[in-house]
């Protein structure tokens, strides 16, 4: 896990690899927790992951609607955090 800033604001960045595609993958986020959507940027293929304490503790393959869907949920979020 790396920190970084974005935009002016300290980012995390944890890396990972592909289960389906084995390639490096790398996210970036605010908080030291998350669990939502990532796609491969390789593959494409679509994951739902879970990341606790800087750890990535699951990545779950997950359809493209559930996909769009929790898509929605962060974009919801992401606008009332603003407020």
Aim: charged content about 30%; some cysteine.
């Amino acid at each position: 896990m790396v920190t970084k800033i974005i935009n002016g604001v300290h980012a995390l960045l944890i890396k990972f690899k592909c289960p389906k595609c084995d390639i490096d993958n790398s996210y970036s986020f605010a908080d030291s927790n998350y669990q939502g959507p990532y796609r491969c940027w390789k593959c494409r293929e679509l994951f739902m992951i879970t990341i606790e304490g800087d750890k990535l503790k699951s990545c779950e393959p997950t359809t493209q609607e559930e996909f769009d869907r929790q898509n929605e949920v962060e974009a919801l979020k992401a606008k009332f955090k603003k407020h």
